[in-house]
């Protein structure tokens, strides 16, 4: 049974994640495949995770590595998307040839401020943008300035995802893994929560 939205799962690091996630047909999982992470999911982890699961595409996550160090980790790992947070590196990833997915932080009225100008020179360089935010007297704020957006990027909301079916004016969620318990034992939580919430009846 489908999902009535789109969803992007991050940290996938385990095979009842990946699992769950892949039957409930979740489009894209994530995995932090950043060298300079200390919780990175090795190459041999990744193709046995990946190897399990079927109809759902992937997504190397990064947020410290080096653009070269990126470019390197692309050829090992075979991924459909490359996640970044960070602008600089964007049109040299760009050349990859992997669609991009950025993470873009609105912490402060400056990132507020500047997510319309952000959106707008995002918009011919990457596929998806997940908006996220820590700072909950800022969501209404995003609300209301996600309604203004016309352009071409896949927004995803990744902050304030109550256990309902309302995304607002976001076409997607991005939704966070969390660990095992231990191998095989594993509670999903919110994401259970909410995944079954916006199942297809």
């Avoid at 982890?45 to 692309?74: L, M, R, Y």
């Avoid at 969501?139 to 607002?168: H, R, T, V």
Wanted: include cysteine; charged fraction near 30%; aromatic fraction near 8%.
């Amino acid at each position: 049974m489908a999902l009535k939205t789109f969803v992007k799962i991050s940290n996938i690091n385990n095979l009842s994640d990946a699992r769950y996630c892949a039957g409930m047909m979740v489009d894209v999982l994530g995995f932090n495949i950043d060298p300079e992470s200390d919780s990175h999911v090795s190459e041999d982890d990744f193709n046995e995770i990946t190897e399990w699961v079927a109809g759902v595409k992937f997504a190397g996550e990064f947020h410290g590595a080096t653009t070269e160090q990126i470019k390197e980790s692309v050829k090992n790992y075979p991924v459909d998307y490359v996640e970044i947070d960070d602008l600089d590196k964007v049109e040299k990833v760009g050349l990859l040839g992997k669609p991009i997915i950025f993470r873009l932080s609105i912490e402060n009225a400056e990132d507020l401020t500047n997510m319309k100008s952000t959106l707008s020179y995002l918009d011919e360089l990457v596929k998806m943008v997940i908006v996220q935010s820590e700072n909950d007297q800022l969501f209404d704020q995003i609300d209301a300035q996600i309604g203004y957006y016309n352009g071409n990027l896949k927004l995803l909301k990744g902050y304030g995802i109550a256990e309902d079916e309302s995304l607002g004016n976001f076409p997607g969620l991005a939704l966070q893994a969390t660990e095992e318990d231990r191998p095989g034992f594993k509670d999903y939580g919110q994401i259970m929560d909410i995944l079954e919430l916006i199942e297809e009846d």
